[in-house]
């Protein structure tokens, strides 16, 4: 016997009725979108490394450590590049949008799903291969594009029902703002290098605003007592954020300001915002994004102001059901019981026109043990959660009918349907969607 395979330690299978979830909350999410004239982006989960280098930043942990990077070996063809599995979406969006030129006619609102990938330690919430709904706004520079960003957020955590999140705010202002509080940061960690960790003294002089995000209690005094981008920020800035926070207040959006909220990619400038919960442990951010004008003309493109985020849908799906959320899977419409073989010509082809008139149908078929008996197939229609079953016994098909029995409402009523009409009668057998 060959060796049993399995899948690469992080990277999950998502089997039905699993799946179920997750189609449910794709099907929100594209109608969301389209409510608010978003429309969908797909680009390859493979890119040059460069691109991430230069759009995330060269010491970021996302680089320096979690990268699944690679040389490509064709060299029958001479393109031995360095290739990367992306690790966040966004930059795979701009440089897109640059080759593409796909601002020549103006912004353009821009969404997009799919799987990621990073190799870090698999835990809750995190995982190696893990997936992202992201959604980007490029082109737009003021601040009611971040605030429609935000509402976005929000009105799609009311259509999936979640409750136990909170927004929290900050500005990292422009890049001369983080300059001056760079400077003062730098000093500041240097005056109590001793309270530092190693990370914390790797990063000092290459990225010491990312000290302020550290997850250490040890370092929590000394991050607690920096100076704050805030108090650097000029008047444009300033304005930029009130902006936004005037237009949250105006639609009732709770926030609270967080001072070391600074993200982990180095493109961010201006707005950045995380929703977050308590109910998944260290893993509590569950959308973050932010404002990162200056990416178009880092990744060779002309400049553009931009705003965007990205939600992780492995660990929305785990707040949902931690929340007790209920998610609304259809059943089968119709599950057909074929006790012998020998109907199933008749019963195929009455099935093939329930479905092209819409009806859901799910077919008994045969094991490598036959199609079973009587009793296990009207068994396994019931476990089906189909709303009907629909019998082609012998008796009916000489009569040229078909009998259908209600599985749901408790009367287990049977009535006989005609072979002959049945796009006459398929309509009563569908069941209203569930809601979103």
């Known amino acids: 016997m060959a060796e049993k395979l399995n899948a690469v330690k992080g990277m999950n299978d998502i089997l039905p009725p699993e799946s179920a979830r997750w189609e449910w909350l794709e099907a929100t999410v594209r109608d969301l979108m389209g409510r608010y004239a978003y429309r969908n982006v797909r680009t390859p989960i493979l890119e040059h490394t460069a691109l991430f280098v230069r759009g995330i930043g060269e010491v970021t942990d996302i680089v320096e450590k979690e990268m699944y990077s690679f040389h490509d070996r064709s060299d029958k063809y001479g393109d031995n590049d360095h290739l990367t599995l992306r690790p966040e979406n966004t930059a795979g969006i701009v440089r897109a949008a640059i080759e593409h030129n796909m601002l020549y006619d103006g912004g353009k609102r821009l969404w997009a799903i799919g799987p990621m990938f990073r190799r870090e330690k698999p835990q809750r919430g995190r995982f190696r291969q893990f997936h992202q709904i992201d959604v980007e706004a490029l082109g737009f520079a003021g601040p009611d594009i971040d605030a429609e960003l935000i509402l976005l957020a929000s009105a799609l955590w009311k259509a999936i029902g979640l409750t136990d999140v909170r927004l929290e705010l900050n500005s990292l202002g422009q890049p001369a703002e983080r300059a001056q509080h760079r400077a003062q940061l730098i000093a500041h960690f240097e005056a109590h290098a001793d309270k530092l960790d190693e990370d914390g003294k790797r990063r000092l002089h290459s990225n010491p605003l990312r000290i302020l995000d550290t ?8 991050v607690e007592s920096a100076p704050r981008l805030m108090d650097f920020l000029g008047a444009e800035s300033l304005a930029h954020f009130e902006g936004l926070k005037a237009i949250l207040d105006a639609n009732g959006v709770a926030y609270t300001i967080n001072p070391r909220l600074v993200r982990g990619l180095d493109y961010y ?168």
Not at 271 to 295: H, I, K, M, N, P
Not at 353 to 378: E, I, N
Request: aromatic share 6%; proline share 6%.
């Open 215 to 222: 997850k250490n209690p040890a370092m929590k005094d000394v």
């Open 269 to 436: 400038n201006l707005s950045v915002f995380e929703f977050v919960t308590d109910r998944l442990g260290s893993q509590g951010t569950v959308c973050a994004g932010g404002r990162y004008d200056g990416l178009f003309e880092q990744l060779g493109g002309k400049p553009a102001p931009a705003v965007g985020w990205a939600i992780g849908v492995e660990r929305v799906l785990d707040l949902m059901k931690e929340q007790g959320t209920q998610i609304p899977v259809r059943a089968p419409d119709v599950y057909a019981v074929v006790p012998d073989a020998s109907a199933m010509p008749v019963a195929l082809r009455t099935l093939q026109q329930l479905r092209d008139a819409g009806v859901r149908v799910q077919m008994h078929a045969a094991t490598a043990d036959g199609l079973g008996s009587f009793k296990s197939q009207f068994k396994r229609a019931d476990n089906s959660g189909a709303t009907y079953a629909l019998i082609f016994g012998a008796d009916e098909l000489a009569r040229g009918e078909v009998t259908l029995k209600a599985l749901r409402d408790g009367s287990g009523a049977q009535t006989s349907r005609p072979l002959a009409e049945v796009a006459a009668w398929a309509a009563t057998l569908q069941s209203p969607a569930p809601n979103t």
